[in-house]
């Protein structure tokens, strides 16, 4: 998003909190000492968690000590002239680490061939084709700043974690020491990705599945799902609840009236230009804050699969809990991150180190 872009959506924004003034955000959870939330759910059925291996916080130490500067060199540059970049790169390695574990195959382009054989990537599924190109442009840019100094040493898998931390910190979330190890998948398979990434209109059921099959748990999935305070979702994932809730001809009753009404103004029924993007958090959309929280507990949650988490009796003790207190929520978010950075890493020869994060290496 350019400048001018950046501008005209900020106008939509402010057009939307204007006709929401909900007031009482934040004001309906006090805030209170931070306590350790409760346990995560037991896994979901009997899906074994998948293996995870050892990473290290100085794994470049002596091959590549200034990465994390590198990295953060670029990022910082994309965010001052690309503020949607930001959320698109934290939700680029969530998509990544749920496919497969977190190993770069999302950043793996679609081959150019137009033969029917040609396999799919990840990037082919529907379930990505949303991801923003500044995303993608982000990680190669900081690939190649990386590669400029350390050629051949460092993954895109950890570039891209890199990347989400840097984002996370500079739209006023927490700094935390992002551990490094990870090796670059050698494919990308589209027929993976089905099944594997939560979807806008999720049950918590379904959500625990998804997350029980990454080794992940309630309290994982709520903390990880604040994500959510920053960044944007296309028209097309709250149509169903805006107009048509479960096939009513009307919109989801749980949704506040004022932000269906708001959100109306953005999204045609029909017609609309399917680029035209609403904020998951209607209350600070720029902000890495606990505001997300607060909003669930005003009926203010943008997907179904947000709102979901606090009208279900296990995770709403746990949105409640983070709603009224900033901290608490960074400590958790922090926490799940570091675990989701962790699913099934490719080491050794189950992987490669991409120079360029899109190709994968050509045989020696």
Do not use: W
Request: glycine residues 8%; hydrophobic residues 45%; aromatic residues 6%.
């Amino acid at each position: 998003m350019g400048s001018s872009g950046g501008i005209r959506f900020r106008r939509r924004v402010g057009l939307v909190l204007l006709l929401l003034v909900v007031a009482s955000l934040g004001g309906t959870a006090r805030a209170r000492e931070a306590q350790p939330l409760p346990e995560a759910a037991a896994a979901v059925g009997t899906r074994r968690a998948p293996e995870r291996h050892g990473l290290a916080l100085d794994f470049y130490a002596k091959t590549c000590p200034a990465v994390d500067q590198i990295v953060a060199n670029v990022t910082a540059a994309r965010y001052r002239d690309f503020p949607a970049a930001g959320p698109a790169v934290l939700r680029l390695f969530h998509h990544d680490c749920f496919v497969e574990g977190c190993d770069a195959s999302i950043l793996i382009a679609p081959t150019a061939s137009a033969a029917a054989a040609a396999p799919k990537v990840e990037r082919d599924m529907e379930e990505n084709r949303n991801l923003a190109q500044e995303a993608f442009d982000t990680v190669e840019l900081a690939k190649a700043a990386v590669e400029s100094r350390c050629p051949g040493v460092v993954s895109c898998a950890d570039v891209l974690a890199l990347a989400a931390r840097d984002y996370v910190q500079q739209a006023g979330g927490p700094y935390y020491a992002v551990k490094k190890g990870r090796k670059d998948s050698k494919v990308s398979l589209a027929g993976k990705v089905r099944g594997s990434l939560p979807r806008a209109n999720s049950t918590v059921d379904e959500l625990l599945r998804v997350f029980a099959g990454k080794g992940l748990g309630a309290a994982d999935l709520v903390a990880l799902s604040g994500a959510h305070t920053v960044g944007f979702a296309h028209c097309v994932h709250v149509l169903g609840r805006i107009y048509d809730f479960r096939g009513t001809r009307r919109p989801d009753p749980l949704m506040d009236a004022r932000l269906v009404k708001a959100l109306r103004m953005s999204c045609p029924s029909s017609g609309g230009s399917a680029r035209v993007v609403v904020p998951f958090d209607v209350s600070t959309p720029f902000q890495f804050d606990h505001a997300y929280y607060a909003n669930l507990q005003a009926r203010l949650g943008l997907l179904g699969s947000d709102q979901a988490l606090f009208l279900d009796p296990r995770t709403r003790p746990l949105v409640q809990e983070l709603a009224g207190n900033k901290t608490r929520f960074f400590q958790a978010f922090v926490a799940s991150m570091d675990r989701m950075g962790a699913i099934r890493i490719k080491k050794g020869r189950k992987g490669e180190v991409r120079k360029v994060c899109s190709q994968h290496l050509l045989p020696v």
